[in-house]
C-alpha cells in the first residue's frame, strides 16, 4: 500500500526531519541525520512537483525514492543538477568493497551500513542543498 499525502503534509514533514536532522547531527549520529535528511529531501522534491504539476496529493506521482529522477523531473538548475552528478554513490568503508547509488542510501543509513566518510559528507551536504533548493523555489 502507498499512502497519498498533499502538499502541506510533505512541507510539514520536510521541516519536521530537517529540524530532527540537525538536532541529531549534535550527537554525532550522521548515519541517523543523513538518513532523516534523505527523506525531508525526497518529501521537498515530491512537494515541488506537486506544486508545478497542480496535483492535490502524491497519487499522480510514481512511488520513488530516486532524488535523482525527481530532481531531473523538476528540471533543477545547473548548480543543483551538479550537485547531485558528484554523488553519483558512496563508497562502503573499507574492510567491505563496493558503493551504495544516490536511489539506495536511504537504505545503508537505515541498515547500518558503514560509508565513506569523505562520500557520506559529501551526501550530506548535497541532501542539504536540495531541501534549501525545495524551500526557496
Known sequence: MVLQVGIRALQQRRDQMRGSA??????????????????????????????????????????????????????????????????QSCRLHPPTRGSVALADLHQAWRYGAKLDAADEKEAHETLRTLITWCEQD
Open 22 to 87: 540537525d538536532a541529531v547531527a549534535g550527537t554525532g549520529d550522521a548515519a541517523t541525520a543523513c538518513l532523516l535528511l534523505f527523506y525531508a529531501a525526497e518529501c521537498g522534491l515530491k512537494e515541488r512537483l506537486l506544486a508545478r504539476r497542480g496535483l492535490r496529493d502524491s497519487s499522480g506521482l510514481e512511488p520513488t525514492h530516486d532524488l535523482r529522477k525527481l530532481a531531473k523531473e523538476l528540471g533543477l538548475p545547473r548548480t543543483i543538477g551538479a550537485c547531485l552528478n558528484r554523488l
